[in-house]
């Protein structure tokens, strides 16, 4: 008697299976969302009770659950791990933090800018939140003053300020923490807390790639929700804010990148054959992460040092992420605009440097913004449903900005070695077994001892 698993009937549903195992993520959210916009507009009953669960019960919890342990494992590793770097490298580390600092200041200025001149979340309004609600809080019984600022900021316990996913004052205990670490006089003991909460961080980013691979049936569930309360205004409304944030991104470029560029006479052709591809990879994949090998290595032929890599681009991924920070500037104000909040500019700017600040540190995962946004969200008691809308186009903002954060990344080393006047300098022999991160320290030769005229001078051999 034949096995079942020897028939052809099994045999035919194991390769259908696997076929749909190749299909790539995209074409699994075009196919959702087209499906999910369908039924918003024959079904809209159906979508408003049940479909709309797959965003907002489901698919969003399960992303708040990780802000405590991310965010605060995050920062303490982003600003932890890079002690002996900063120590050897010295000028070239603070020249480096204070130009991602500039640069993504600016770049959450050009996102606010353009949300505010356009006002994409202005068409749609969402019904199930009243506005009086954030005003009253706003305006209470608790105005924002010195007491409450810093109520707000410094936590009484941690276990509380996790429970209540109180994204800012975990961002200030993970600061904290992290320079605490930094500070401690033993490399070993320091060794073991960035390597637990590296831990941490890896252990926390996997199940988040097990919650993306969700991605598309929530993007669905959140279009047919969208479009089943909003009609076709919706999708004219996120269709706007998709052409905010790609404007916003363009002006970037033209208006930053090019002329730090020109200033410092970067070399055109060479810059983008190794620019290209990289780029290709991080706009088709949505992540920063997996372009990160080929980053390197075109940097190393473009002449930029490896030591110089090794620290600028680890923690330019940690710190630098202009498409992000421009991104979450224009969708937060995406978010009140939809729930019918006017920011004023002084509100606008406290929250957007509590947002930036909130930011470093962020995953290079697909998706990564939407925990940051959404931390951000419940933090001001902003509408969760506003961000369900903006899951559904998403993808599409996600590719531009990550393209952006790689492309920033990749002149930041440039402008650091060209800083250091170390561009494209002679460089040591490295073995081919060797990481491209190695550190200049590693690759130089050893300093030894000699004696010359009956005193011991230290030379390079």
């Not at 079942?4 to 959702?32: M, R």
């Not at 961000?387 to 952006?404: C, K, P, Y």
């Not at 250091?420 to 022999?429: A, C, L, T």
Request: hydrophobic share 55%; charged share 15%.
């Amino acid at each position: 008697m034949t096995k079942f698993s020897e028939s052809p009937a099994w045999k035919a549903v194991t390769k259908a299976f696997q076929l749909i195992g190749k299909i790539h993520q995209l074409w699994w959210i075009l196919i959702f969302s087209v499906i999910g916009i369908l039924c918003g507009l024959f079904a809209q009953q159906f979508s408003k009770d049940y479909l709309k669960l797959l965003s907002t019960a489901i698919f969003l919890p399960m992303l708040k659950i990780v802000i405590f342990p991310i965010i605060l494992s995050l920062l303490i590793v982003g600003i932890a791990s890079h002690a002996d770097e900063i120590e050897r490298l010295g000028g070239l580390a603070v020249k480096s933090l204070v130009y991602f600092i500039v640069i993504t200041i600016i770049a959450m200025g050009v996102g606010l800018i353009w949300a505010n001149v356009f006002k994409p979340g202005h068409d749609l309004r969402l019904a199930s939140y009243d506005p009086k609600d954030y005003y009253a809080k706003a305006n209470g019984t608790s105005p924002v003053t010195l007491p409450t600022l810093l109520a707000n900021t410094i936590p009484e316990s941690i276990i509380v300020a996790g429970f209540n996913n109180k994204s800012l004052q975990l961002t200030f205990v993970g600061v904290m923490f992290g320079v605490a670490i930094l500070l401690m006089p033993h490399p070993k003991e320091r060794k073991i807390l960035v390597g637990f909460s590296d831990a941490v961080v890896k252990a926390t980013l996997k199940y988040v790639e097990l919650v993306v691979r969700f991605v598309p049936i929530a993007i669905g569930g959140s279009l047919a929700a969208t479009v089943a309360s909003n009609g076709v205004k919706a999708l004219i409304a996120l269709g706007k804010l998709i052409g905010v944030v790609y404007l916003g991104l363009f002006t970037f470029v033209i208006c930053v990148f090019l002329p730090i560029a020109i200033i410092t006479r970067l070399p055109w052709r060479d810059f983008f054959k190794a620019w290209w591809k990289p780029v290709t990879i991080a706009f088709v994949t949505a992540s920063s992460d997996a372009a990160l090998g080929l980053v390197m290595e075109n940097l190393l032929e473009f002449g930029v040092p490896a030591d110089i890599i090794a620290w600028t681009l680890p923690i330019g991924y940690s710190f630098n992420l202009d498409g992000t920070t421009l991104y979450l500037g224009s969708a937060f104000l995406f978010v009140a605009q939809s729930a019918g909040i006017d920011l004023d500019a002084g509100t606008q700017i406290v929250y957007m440097f509590t947002l930036l600040l909130m930011s470093k540190g962020i995953a290079g995962l697909p998706r990564a913004s939407l925990i940051t946004l959404g931390a951000a969200v419940s933090q001001w008691g902003l509408p969760i449903e506003a961000l369900s809308a903006i899951l559904g186009v998403d993808e599409i903002m996600d590719m531009a900005r990550t393209a952006v954060n790689v492309t920033g990344n990749m002149l930041a080393c440039y402008v650091m070695a060209k800083w250091e006047g170390r561009f494209r300098e002679p460089q040591v022999e490295i073995d081919p077994d060797q990481s491209p991160t190695q550190s200049r320290a590693e690759v130089e030769p050893a300093p030894v001892d000699v004696v010359k005229d009956g005193k011991e001078e230290t030379v390079v051999a």
